[in-house]
Nanobody
């Protein structure tokens, strides 16, 4: 499976961005998925996860109420809508399986939030 993330960019604090993750192959729809991020000098962390059918979602406390994860299995695509962005959200964002990110990592998409 090949993962391709897109949608990152530079935004001012308080702004919004929408990320997309597209997966090749036919197994996307049967897997729970997640967005991860790696900030400079920090370990990669799980940001948000979504069940295979999209009916269950979870978020790390720091993004609750600001980020929304969703997916469209017909398009093999997962999304992350990020609102009210903060400088501490600056990171490279990746998508992968949840709970174990066993697929090869994509290149990620850089999100930079300026204060």
């Amino acid at each position: 499976v090949q993962l391709v993330e897109s949608g990152g960019g530079l935004v001012q604090a308080g702004g919004a961005l929408g990320l997309s993750c597209t997966a090749s192959g036919s197994t996307f729809s049967i897997n729970d998925m997640a967005w991860y991020r790696r900030a400079p000098g920090k370990h990669r962390e799980l940001v948000a996860s979504i069940s295979s059918g999209g009916g269950s979602t979870n978020y790390v406390d720091s993004v609750k109420g600001r980020f929304t994860i969703s997916r469209d299995n017909a398009k093999n695509t997962m999304y992350l809508q990020m609102n009210s962005l903060k400088p501490e959200d600056t990171a490279v964002y990746y998508c992968n399986l949840d709970p174990e990110p066993m697929w090869a990592w994509g290149q990620g998409t850089q999100v930079t939030v300026s204060s």
